[in-house]
């Protein structure tokens, strides 16, 4: 089974481009994800000059590519499910190795402006389809 489920912060926007020939939406990005030490601990990585997080590749594809190059910025927290993928490549006679997450679900966890400063709406899509079910203004819920 390869399942890989993720929670962190982009370390920097996401990476648009579109494949020649096809045309698909391929889009890359860190994930920074907390190691999860605890407070000692982390004082002690910290002090040494580790890591505290590890730096995940992710890589997503078609609309919910360009979903995430739309409405992501670096800093933004997300939750990722997919796979683990791996590959290699020929650089400089030397053979390099990458290990990189197919992202197949994206859950943007935190909104607000990205830096073409449009604003995200959480609920924009989940009730579509459904007769009766529309999304509320806050300021009309009474308590």
């Known amino acids: ?29 860190t994930l920074a994800v907390d190691k999860g ?44 499910q997919g796979s683990i993928e791996t590959g290699s490549y020929e650089k400089d006679g030397r053979k390099v190795y990458t290990t990189e997450v197919r992202a197949t679900r994206v859950k943007f966890i935190d909104w607000g402006k990205t830096n073409n400063q449009k604003v995200a709406n959480p609920f924009e899509d989940d009730f579509d389809g459904i007769e009766g079910f529309e999304p509320i203004d806050n300021a009309d819920i009474p308590f």
Do not use: H
């Open 37 to 80: 030490l605890s407070k000692d601990k982390k004082a002690e990585f910290q002090q040494a000059g580790k890591a505290t997080a590890d730096f995940i590749r992710i890589r997503a594809w078609g609309k919910q590519a360009e979903n995430c190059a739309n409405y992501l910025a670096k800093g933004r927290q997300v939750l990722i």
């Open 1 to 29: 089974m390869n399942l890989v489920v993720l929670m962190g912060r982009l370390t920097s926007d996401p990476e648009l481009r579109y494949l020649p020939g096809n045309g698909m939406a391929v889009t890359a990005f």
